[in-house]
T-cell receptor, first 113, second 113 residues
């Protein structure tokens, strides 16, 4: 079974703090993704990575950056957290052999106060 | 960019009835159309997908149909059961990309016993 894990289920941070969300997959997948899920807005792609140290912006990259130093780990960074970044953050991975099933992590509920 | 519209946003059916969720997409180059189910408090999971060279695909009580000319695809669930209650997301591959998906905003399906 593919396992995608995220470092925290719930996180509370203050405005202006630097926030790191970590995601790890154990299936040697090439692609990793960060989404944000808000009620009524579905899943929106923030960033994705198709190889180590390779990344591309998604639909809503503003205020976020990412890091992928190792194949199994993909980090989402909020350089200076703001209240409008309060959301559920979902990480996903896919094998990379063309367009394929994405496997999601359990999500991190981030609250910025 | 790709735009995916999903309807309805909420759907309530009686156990045993059928449920249909419809999605339209804008990018004619899209060629992969998955459906994800997200139960309350859990991660999205793929339930069925279809590729552009196929018009219909069935897996037990669920089926997906694709009309490439009209750029729409639908999820059909027959003989609904209370455990089918969840949020369902459609998605379409972003034309020209082998990795990225654009998701619809989701449909909350409630199956009443």
């Amino acid at each position: 079974d593919v396992k995608v894990t995220q470092s925290s289920r719930y996180l509370v941070k203050r405005t202006g703090e630097k926030v790191f969300l970590e995601c790890v997959q154990d299936m040697d997948h090439e692609n990793m993704f960060w989404y944000r899920q808000d009620p009524g807005l579905g899943l929106r792609l923030i960033y994705f990575s198709y190889d180590v140290k390779m990344k591309e912006k998604g639909d809503i990259p503003e205020g976020y950056s990412v890091s992928r130093e190792k194949k199994e780990r993909f980090s989402l960074i909020l350089e200076s957290a703001s209240t409008n970044q309060t959301s559920m953050y979902l990480c996903a991975s896919s094998a990379g052999t063309g367009i394929d099933e994405q496997y999601f992590g359990p999500g991190t509920r981030l609250t910025v106060t | 960019g790709e735009n995916v519209e999903q309807h309805p946003s909420t759907l309530s059916v009686q156990e045993g009835d059928s449920a249909v969720i419809k999605c339209t997409y804008s990018d004619s180059a899209s060629n992969y159309f998955p459906w994800y189910k997200q139960e309350l408090g859990k991660r999205p999971q793929l339930i069925i997908d279809i590729r552009s060279n196929v018009g219909e695909k069935k897996d037990q009580r669920i089926a997906v149909t694709l009309n490439k000319t009209a750029k729409h695809f639908s999820l059909h669930i027959t003989e609904t059961q209370p455990e089918d209650s969840a949020v369902y997301f459609c998605a379409a591959s972003i034309g020209g990309s082998n990795y990225k998906l654009t998701f619809g905003k989701g449909t909350l399906l409630t199956v009443n016993p």
